[in-house]
T-cell receptor, first 112, second 114 residues
Framework: GQQVMQIPQYQHVQEGEDFTTYCNSSTTLSNIQWYKQRPGGHPVFLIQLVKSGEVKKQKRLTFQFGEAKKNSSLHITATQTTDVGTYFCAAANTGTASKLTFGTGTRLQVTL | DTAVSQTPKYLVTQMGNDKSIKCEQNLGHDTMYWYKQDSKKFLKIMFSYNNKELIINETVPNRFSPKSPDKAHLNLHINSLELGDSAVYFC????WGQGHGGYTFGSGTRLTVV
């Protein structure tokens, strides 16, 4: 079955440092989504990328979809303590009837 | 107004018992899902329903039986609970089809089997 791996599994940064998580799929994707889950919370949808090479920004967050549509990244500039949580990518294959396969997740810890 | 609501939030039960988790969404979405999140935070799809019809049934033990009485509700019944069933179960909903935006998740049900 499809595998979606994320690296790193865990990252601890000081507030103000940048952070990047990478998402890699074993198959070509129709689209990719990103979610954030705060500790003790539920996944919250952040963004969806559809086009090859697409780049989208949300304030300090920059999302990229690879040219081959098999990988994606999320970059956070100047992290804040409110960025703490686990970031998941979620991959949709063509013709899989809305099925999303979630990545393994990257847990981000931010300290002052 | 909660968009996707699950009950109960916590469930502690003994091995061998049968339990149900309920989910309701008021977003008008066509598709609803059950995901299981284990202790390592892996999120794995279990079931998906579109307009009350089962469309995804992953390799889940048949002790787990979903039921969708209408497109706004998706319940999960678990028979003969086992220790390994302990996890957080999330209900989610979305519009039908890809490219229509993300999933909206409920707040989760933390199931502990003792």
């Amino acid at each position: 079955g499809q595998q979606v791996m994320q690296i790193p599994q865990y990252q601890h940064v000081q507030e103000g440092e940048d952070f990047t998580t990478y998402c890699n799929s074993s198959t070509t994707l129709s689209n990719i989504q990103w979610y954030k889950q705060r500790p003790g919370g539920h996944p919250v949808f952040l963004i969806q990328l559809v086009k090859s090479g697409e780049v989208k920004k949300q304030k300090r967050l920059t999302f990229q979809f690879g040219e081959a549509k098999k990988n994606s990244s999320l970059h956070i500039t100047a992290t804040q303590t409110t960025d703490v949580g686990t970031y998941f990518c979620a991959a949709a294959n063509t013709g899989t009837a809305s099925k999303l396969t979630f990545g393994t997740g990257t847990r981000l810890q931010v300290t002052l | 107004d909660t968009a996707v609501s699950q009950t109960p939030k916590y469930l502690v039960t003994q091995m061998g018992n049968d339990k149900s988790i309920k989910c309701e969404q008021n977003l008008g979405h066509d598709t609803m899902y059950w995901y299981k999140q284990d202790s390592k935070k892996f999120l794995k799809i279990m079931f998906s329903y579109n307009n009350k019809e089962l469309i995804i049934n992953e390799t889940v033990p048949n002790r787990f039986s979903p039921k969708s009485p209408d497109k706004a509700h998706l319940n999960l019944h678990i028979n003969s609970l086992e220790l390994g069933d302990s996890a957080v179960y999330f209900c989610a909903s979305s519009p039908w089809g890809q490219g229509h935006g993300g999933y909206t998740f409920g707040s989760g049900t933390r199931l502990t089997v003792v």
